[in-house]
């Protein structure tokens, strides 16, 4: 099973490498924090009886699903961009 990840040899001898897997790895953890205290939210929301609060947790849910897939987007463009950087 081949797996997707971006070739940092191509910019060797920069940190380059070291930053993006950083700042991946920050947005992963913001969109999972974000997703557990949202459904927490939506759940004390709903049994409380707060329609409001219903829907803006749901939209918070929704939100970091959506982070979480750009955060997986950007590491998959990441890669393609630098291996058509080695082809040029």
Same mark, same amino acid.
């Given at each position: 099973m081949n797996? *997707?990840?971006? @070739?940092?040899d191509a910019v060797a001898g920069t940190a380059f490498g @070291? *930053? *993006?897997?950083?700042l991946l790895t920050a947005a992963l953890l913001t969109a999972v924090a974000v997703l557990v205290m949202s459904a927490i939210a939506w759940a004390v929301a709903a049994a409380m009886g707060s329609w409001q609060t219903v829907a803006k947790a749901r939209t918070g849910v929704l939100v970091a699903l959506g982070g979480a897939a750009l955060t997986g987007a950007a590491l998959s463009w990441g890669g393609w961009l630098l291996k058509l950087g080695n082809h040029l």
């Open positions: 797996t *997707v990840r971006p @070739d940092f @070291d *930053v *993006v897997g950083a």
